[in-house]
């Protein structure tokens, strides 16, 4: 909890006293107040907590001071800020105060909502090991990439103008040519293309790039000293990539449709058929707080292994008071976050993606096991007759419907402990998709299921563990009568 002063004037009075509220990283499902403590302890007026986000959401929260004194919890309040956690499990929150109209703090007080929550003695995100050189310290944290199915890798970082440190596949460092992030599209329109004048490729500095649905192509504009120009072919770095990551040039130039792109803050994809952008149904293009990295586009030619590191040196545990600096284990020494990834190209079971309660983007391919279907036949029946040789028979009956529940099991064999960790965090989490494929327009399938209810167990000797869990798909009433 942080602490600051309230001092303000209120119908010719000063008032004066102090406010305790949460540090800048909180998580929504851990409990969050905001404590106001008047030094007229007589004071019993309405204040008026108002919490606001940069995308309009705005909440209010009225607080009756009791003896001058008052506790807000707010953690539900934040959860509801975070409304789309499948694509922002992070949301910026500006805090103010008022008493009828008055402002009672000197400045508005800002935090971060982390969705997710820590248990006692718990660190966040700690699926892995803490490594030291004698120097310094990193976590590293391993992840099995399957490389045949959709794919991402959930990273953390309070602080986005730190650069992300390096790229490694195969033993091979991509620190010069390496892409972390996706290839951004600031612009989307319609109409006829301008003219490209010379095919000159050449080298732009933050240009803007834009996408013709019309054409279905993707060019680049830049100003300098009042003129504009227009690039078919153009190279680039950083958030913006050269013609070749926006556009296939083999044969008929036209945007790329086995790619991501970034356009306004989400993660979206070229439709080739429909000529539209989609956005994905999971991951946060953005690169603070929680978001997501795809290996694909960072390791296009990785046969083995890869490696993704984010500087933390200089992203201190001041993020925190000294009250609540052990979920981020003392970070002021930790230099690196690592991410190894051990790629895989198993392609038959059956793959779930899943929300972790610490916000991160989980995903695993289960072996198949058993499938059985539970059917339910209504309660409501409609009568038949049937007449044989001119002889009625009655008193016979269908349910006007059957309800189907299928359950399916399903289990990853020979984790390590490391992976071990992550996989079983599928039991409690509340958003978990099957895969089911992609259409012929190259849209990505997911089917909301469950996790059945039931006890997972996990052997701490056992150095390669098998974990056999069950998923419930959605009920299917396959006819009505």
């Known amino acids: 909890m942080r602490k600051g002063d309230i001092s303000y004037t209120a119908n010719g009075a000063a008032r004066s006293g102090a406010i305790e509220y949460p540090d800048l990283w909180c998580f929504v499902f851990n409990p969050n107040y905001v404590v106001i403590k008047m030094d007229d302890k007589t004071a019993n007026n309405e204040l008026t907590v108002t919490f606001s986000t940069a995308d309009g959401k705005s909440y209010e929260v009225f607080v009756n001071l009791y003896k001058g004194e008052a506790k807000v919890y707010i953690s539900k309040v934040l959860q509801i800020l975070i409304d789309d956690a499948e694509h922002h499990r992070t949301v910026v929150v500006r805090m103010s105060l008022s008493d009828n109209g008055t402002v009672v703090l000197g400045s508005d007080i800002t935090f ?8 006692i003695g718990e660190r966040f995100g700690t699926y892995g090991a803490f490594e030291f050189n004698g120097k310094n310290s990193s976590h590293v944290r391993d992840v099995v990439w399957f490389r045949k199915y959709p794919f991402y890798v959930s990273m953390f970082r309070a602080d986005s103008e730190k650069e992300l440190a390096s790229l490694r596949y195969d033993n091979h460092d991509l620190t010069v040519d390496g892409r972390f992030f996706r290839c951004r599209i600031d612009t989307v329109e319609t109409g006829e293309l301008p003219n490209f004048g010379t095919p000159i490729i050449e080298t732009l500095d933050n240009p803007e790039i834009i996408l013709n649905q019309t054409h279905g192509i993707v060019y680049a504009k830049q100003t300098v000293g009042g003129t504009t120009k227009y690039y078919q072919g153009w190279r680039s770095s950083g958030h913006y990539g050269s013609y070749t990551d926006y556009n296939d040039i083999f044969g008929e130039i036209s945007v790329r449709d086995d790619t991501e792109f970034e356009y306004q803050g989400e993660i979206v994809r070229w439709n080739s058929v429909t000529k539209q952008l989609e956005n994905v149904t999971v991951g946060n293009a953005g690169d603070e707080g929680i978001f997501e990295l795809n290996p694909a586009i960072s390791f296009p030619q990785a046969t083995f292994s890869a490696e993704y590191d984010i500087i933390l040196e200089n992203v201190s545990s001041a993020i925190f008071d000294i009250d609540f600096d052990f979920p981020f284990p003392d970070v002021s020494k930790i230099i690196y976050e690592t991410v190894n990834l051990h790629i895989c190209n198993d392609q038959d079971g059956i793959y779930l ?9 989980q995903s695993y391919l ?8 539970k059917s339910k036949a209504s309660t409501n029946v409609i009568q038949v007759e049937r007449m044989v040789n001119g002889l009625n028979f009655g008193g016979l009956e269908r349910p006007i419907d059957i309800t189907n ?3 399916r099991k399903c289990c990853a064999v020979n984790l390590p402990k490391q992976i071990l960790e992550y996989v079983k965090t599928i039991v409690n989490a509340p958003i978990v998709d099957l895969y089911l494929g992609k259409n012929k327009a ?8 469950n996790v059945a209810d039931g006890s997972y167990k996990t052997d701490p000797d ?8 069950t998923i419930q798909l959605p009920e299917n009433i396959s006819q009505s009568l």
Do not use: H, K
């Not at 190259?442 to 299921?449: I, Q």
């Not at 056992?462 to 869990?469: P, Q």
């Open 366 to 373: 289960f072996v198949e096991g058993e499938s059985t279907v």
């Open 405 to 407: 529940t299928e359950t």
């Open 112 to 119: 971060i909502a982390v969705w997710g929550g820590l248990q």
């Open 442 to 449: 190259g849209t990505e399938l997911w089917l909301p299921v």
């Open 353 to 361: 993606r899943w929300i972790d309660r610490f916000g991160f983007v």
């Open 462 to 469: 056992t150095m390669l563990s098998d974990y056999e869990i």
